[in-house]
């Protein structure tokens, strides 16, 4: 069976460092794209980036290219997504999740990762 | 930067057919796939690559492509499909993805 499971809730103040994971389970980590997707307080969701683990190759959407780092350990088969330095902009939900293949849909998700950070 | 337009609700009748509208800007040259959400949970696959269907996903959900829109469709439509719908596609290049804003269906 395949799973997602992502770390718990945290909150954070404006300017600290956060790093959430994503340990996978039920599949062969390395031979499947991992993503990482936001949802604001109420909004869309919002493609981030993904990261191949097999070899570490990492796309950023635009919109969050420099402000986010995406990572991968495949000797523990987690994936990461890091922060050095949080905006209260940066309060949402962030979920995980398989892509399939080379068509980019996400067919198995982790359940969430829900990321506040107020002064 | 890469859009794709969905309507923001769909209201829709126990029984009755709801269609939901992912449109692009530009041709067709990438597959479109959508997901459901319900409130509090996380986003679920139930069609990929325009029409394809996962395992699991009842039959009432189908995809149909023309031109520059792809067309989500729930026949008998079920009180328990009440959810947020996304599309998501990737631009020319294939290596960046979006998702639509979401079309929130009501089931009256």
């Known amino acids: 069976e395949v799973q997602l499971v992502q770390s718990g809730a945290e909150v954070k103040k404006p300017g600290e460092s956060l790093m959430i994971s994503c340990k996978v389970s039920?599949?062969?980590?390395?031979?499947?794209?991992i993503g990482w997707v936001r949802q604001m307080p109420g909004r869309g969701l919002e493609w981030m980036g993904v990261?191949?683990?097999?070899?570490?190759?990492?796309r950023y959407s635009p919109s969050f290219q420099g402000q986010v780092t995406i990572s991968a350990d495949k000797s523990i088969n987690t994936a990461y997504l890091q922060w050095s330095s949080l905006k209260a902009s940066d309060t949402g939900m962030y979920f995980c999740?398989?892509?399939?293949?080379?068509?980019?849909?996400?067919?198995?998700w982790g359940q969430g990762s829900l990321v506040t950070v107020s002064s | 930067s890469y859009e794709l337009t969905q309507p923001p609700s769909v209201s829709v009748s126990p029984g009755q057919t709801a269609r939901i509208t992912c449109s692009r800007d530009?041709?067709?040259?990438?597959?479109v796939h959508w997901y459901q959400q319900k409130p509090g949970q996380a986003p679920v696959l139930v069609i990929y690559?325009?029409?394809e269907r996962p395992p699991g996903i009842p039959e009432r959900f189908s995809g149909y492509s023309s031109g520059t829109t792809v067309t989500l469709t729930i026949s008998g439509v079920q009180a328990e499909d009440e959810a947020d719908y996304y599309c998501?596609?990737?631009?020319?290049?294939?290596?960046?993805?979006?998702f639509g804003a979401g079309t929130k269906v009501t089931v009256l």
């Open positions: 999740a398989r892509q399939s293949d080379n068509y980019g849909y996400f067919d198995f």
């Open positions: 039920g599949y062969s980590f390395i031979t499947h794209w």
């Open positions: 990261i191949y683990p097999g070899d570490s190759d990492t």
């Open positions: 530009d041709l067709p040259d990438q597959y």
């Open positions: 690559k325009d029409i």
């Open positions: 998501q596609s990737g631009d020319s290049t294939g290596i960046y993805y979006v």
